[in-house]
T-cell receptor, first 110, second 111 residues
Framework: QKEVEQNSGPLSVPEGAIASLNCTYSDRGSQSFFWYRQYSGKSPELIMFIYSNGDKEDGRFTAQLNKASQYVSLLIRDSQPSDSATYLCAVRTNAGKSTFGDGTTLTVKP | SAVISQKPSRDICQRGTSLTIQCQVDSQVTMMFWYRQQPGQSLTLIATANQGSEATYESGFVIDKFPISRPNLTFSTLTVSNMSPEDSSIYLC????????FGQGTRLTVV
């Protein structure tokens, strides 16, 4: 079992729709949870982080964390073509090591 | 937030040769991290570079293949030694902030 698993994708949504990206993790000692966006040919960039159970909203992005289910998700509202990218889920343990999922490629069609 | 400059941005190298990748941070950081991203795959941590001590390598990565230097708190190098086509990948240096802040990456092709 991978330490961090994401929807295999690819995911395609129409412009203006909600894109839902999901991630599960195996290490119950994970303390911090991150979502990165990676455009083709570019480095990943951090877009959201969440530490506590519940929802965290930032503009069109909402991160959701459920530690009991070891599940973290990212919702993108009013999806735009510019949101088309690969989204990487990452978890960090208390030891400070970050583990990344394989990513889900999102395409937003105009 | 910190700014990371990494070079070269890309290179094409002959098998059997070595390439050294440089990473400069505009502020002092205790730890720097080197990742590899193989085509179509996610990020794998190669090693953690600490100033003043040996780098800590992850399972599957060894110092002879990926020697790392960390001469001060703002600079690190990663060398990919005795390269083979399987080493073709993107190599990224990074530092921890809230999440992980990455350099621009080095796209390496070994022919």
């Amino acid at each position: 079992q991978k330490e961090v698993e994401q929807n295999s994708g690819p995911l395609s949504v129409p412009e203006g729709a909600i894109a839902s990206l999901n991630c599960t993790y195996s290490d119950r000692g994970s303390q911090s949870f991150f979502w990165y966006r990676q455009y083709s040919g570019k480095s990943p960039e951090l877009i959201m982080f969440i530490y506590s159970n519940g929802d965290k909203e930032d503009g069109r992005f909402t991160a959701q964390l459920n530690k009991a289910s070891q599940y973290v998700s990212l919702l993108i509202r009013d999806s735009q073509p510019s949101d088309s990218a690969t989204y990487l889920c990452a978890v960090r343990t208390n030891a400070g090591k970050s583990t990344f999922g394989d990513g889900t490629t999102l395409t937003v069609k105009p | 937030s910190a700014v990371i400059s990494q070079k070269p941005s890309r290179d094409i190298c002959q098998r059997g040769t070595s390439l050294t990748i440089q990473c400069q941070v505009d502020s002092q950081v205790t730890m720097m991290f080197w990742y590899r991203q193989q085509p179509g795959q996610s990020l794998t941590l190669i090693a953690t570079a600490n100033q003043g001590s040996e780098a800590t390598y992850e399972s599957g990565f060894v110092i002879d293949k990926f020697p790392i230097s960390r001469p001060n708190l703002t600079f690190s190098t990663l060398t990919v030694s005795n390269m083979s086509p399987e080493d073709s990948s993107i190599y990224l240096c990074s530092v921890h902030t809230v999440g992980v802040l990455f350099g621009q990456g080095t796209r390496l092709t070994v022919v």
